[in-house]
């Protein structure tokens, strides 16, 4: 009688879980470095094709914003009633300032529809109202302005109408 031979089966030591443990760590290294590699290569950090320009552009802004800091205009911007928007701009001294040209923008904080111009008159000194279809809820109002000696003031504020 023959018995068949005894074959040790396999156990788990030291060498394999070490084995196991290194290939896992290493796959994981290889795919992250693959990942690293790939979007290095398909995005060269740049979002413009003129920075050089669109930084001068900026450092105009920048310039302007020091100017209107320096001039010390306050504006209060909101919706008066529904359907009129309210602008009144007052200087340092708390003095009404007369503008000569206003452009503004009233349009949804998420989207572009509805965006609407607003055309605004003098009420009284310092006191511009637009009259405006928009409907209930909040807006983004956006504001430049001008008085005649050219003195500039830019400004943007979140509204929320009745």
């Not at 031979?5 to 992250?32: C, K, Q």
């Not at 911007?77 to 200087?91: N, Q, S, Y």
């Not at 340092?92 to 609407?116: D, K, Q, Y």
């Amino acid at each position: 009688m023959n018995l068949p031979d005894r074959h040790e089966s396999f156990r788990l030591n030291g060498w394999h879980v070490l084995g196991l443990f290194v290939l896992f760590f290493g796959v994981i290294a290889a795919v992250n470095a693959n990942f690293i590699v790939h979007a290095y290569a398909s995005y060269p950090g740049e979002v413009s094709t003129t920075p050089y320009e669109d930084g001068l552009a900026y450092d105009k802004v920048l310039r302007q914003g020091d100017a209107q800091v320096a001039l010390g205009w306050r504006a209060a911007m909101g919706f008066k009633t529904p359907g009129i928007v309210e602008l009144t701009m007052a200087d340092r001294a708390g003095r009404p300032v007369t503008l000569s040209r206003i452009e503004a923008t009233l349009e949804r904080p998420a989207t572009l529809n509805g965006r609407r111009t607003l055309r605004f008159a003098a009420a009284s000194p310092g006191v511009y109202v637009a009259k405006t279809d928009a409907p209930a809820g909040a807006w983004d109002l956006t504001v430049a302005a001008s008085d005649a000696q050219g003195h500039r003031f830019d400004g943007a504020r979140r509204i929320v109408a009745p």
